[in-house]
């Protein structure tokens, strides 16, 4: 990590947290621990909804499905994406509007599909001939988006490989949802998550408008809704920077045809991420092969956050040195930083890694039977 950017970061944890207050939970609780600071969503609800200008906004509830997270989601106004009929069951569990509620997974069971209906959901999302098939005979005040495959080659993750339509054989989706008696509503899209370059969501958003154009051309048809997904980049130094210039193209890329559609986008990272922050203590120390390693009591795959030790986020800058970073389980994959700049660290020092609100908790693992960490909300 450049000394600039760490120095960045130390000064923006130790200004936006109670860095003693978590000496005190780690006395209480121990490591690893990750806490909550639900306020820090109803922030990033406020940041998105001044940048995405007019947009309903639907928390993707599989990022982080914590019921303080879901509560600040809805007290901010805005409403939820579904996935799944566990999550939709928790919303109502805990009281949260379900007509506030889209479902944007492609492919349902028949069951889910009712069930969904039944406790209030009215948009859900098809992206092929069969799944289109599956809303015949159902009430006509279903609403559905049909679900557009836009490759990005910059995106981390490929969701376009597994969900969407290619936009040039979407008109046959839209004849079978029509075929169906249910309302076909409009189009929606996914640019693919993390690594995603800005640019994307305007060649996405470009293709579903010429889209719309040749369906209302060809078989007369009005799109009533275009929903831009998620996948909002997440950054702690500067979390405007991003958004700001994706605004800026959706904007643009809207320009005097912004009043013909109703509006949506499914954000979950940009809303979780920062409420989260994981504090974890080293379990041992070992030179191998001529580098230093430190082994946490806890594992973090496939997530890069930066990390800091406790002890500099208090105290200031220390000397670091490169170091290895692996997790406590015995699987040689547990390996998630490699000449990493770490202060000097002994057993029992802790190391703090923000932006930990999305994903980490949920894709936990008990594997060597290792428990889940525990969530403490503040």
């Given amino acids: ?26 006395a209480q609780h ?12 109803v922030e990033r609800c406020r940041l998105l909804k001044s940048h995405l200008r007019g947009f309903g906004l639907h928390y993707a509830v599989k990022t982080l499905p914590h019921p303080a997270v879901l509560r600040a989601v809805a007290a901010s106004g805005c409403g939820f994406d579904v996935t799944a009929r566990a999550e939709l069951d928790l919303l109502g569990k805990l009281g949260l509007p379900i007509d506030r509620c889209i479902n944007t997974n492609p492919i349902k069971k028949l069951t889910d599909i009712d069930r969904a209906y039944l406790a209030g959901v009215r948009t859900f999302v098809v992206d092929n001939p069969l799944e289109a098939q599956k809303f015949a005979g159902l009430p006509a005040d ?10 990005n080659p910059s995106a981390k993750s490929g969701l376009s490989v597994k969900f969407g339509v290619d936009p040039a054989d979407a008109e046959l989706v839209v004849k079978h949802v029509l075929a169906t008696g249910v309302r076909f509503a409009g189009f929606s899209f996914h640019v693919d998550g993390r690594g995603t370059k800005p640019e994307s969501y305007g060649s996405a958003l470009r293709g579903t408008l010429d889209l719309v154009t040749h369906i209302a051309e060809t ?17 702690l130094r500067d979390p405007r920077s991003t958004i700001d210039k994706i605004s800026d193209i959706v904007d643009e890329t809207l320009g005097d045809r912004r009043d013909e559609f109703t509006l949506l986008a499914d954000p979950g990272r940009f809303l979780a991420a920062d409420a989260m922050t994981l504090l974890t203590g080293v379990a041992g120390s070992a030179v ?18 930066p990390i800091l030790s406790l002890r500099e986020i208090l105290e200031g800058p220390i000397d670091c040195e490169p170091v290895v970073l692996a997790g406590p389980t015995c699987d040689g994959a547990d390996v998630f930083a490699c000449d990493y700049p770490m202060p000097t660290l002994g057993v029992g020092d802790v190391v703090v890694s923000p932006m930990m609100g999305a994903y980490p908790a949920v894709a936990s693992t008990q594997f060597n039977v290792v428990s889940a960490t525990k969530i403490v909300e503040v």
């Fill in 30 to 41: 121990g490591t690893p621990l990750l806490v909550l600071d639900p306020y820090r969503v």
């Fill in 219 to 235: 078989l007369g048809v009005t799109t009533d809704v275009i929903e831009i997904g998620g996948g909002l980049p997440v950054s």
């Fill in 288 to 305: 191998r092969g001529g580098r230093l390693w430190h082994y946490l009591d806890d594992g973090i795959d496939d997530v890069h956050p």
């Fill in 142 to 151: 279903i609403n559905i988006l049909v679900r557009l495959a836009f490759p």
């Fill in 1 to 26: 990590m450049d000394p600039s950017l760490r120095s960045q970061l130390r000064d923006s944890l130790k200004a936006r947290s109670d860095a003693e207050g978590w000496r005190a939970l780690i």
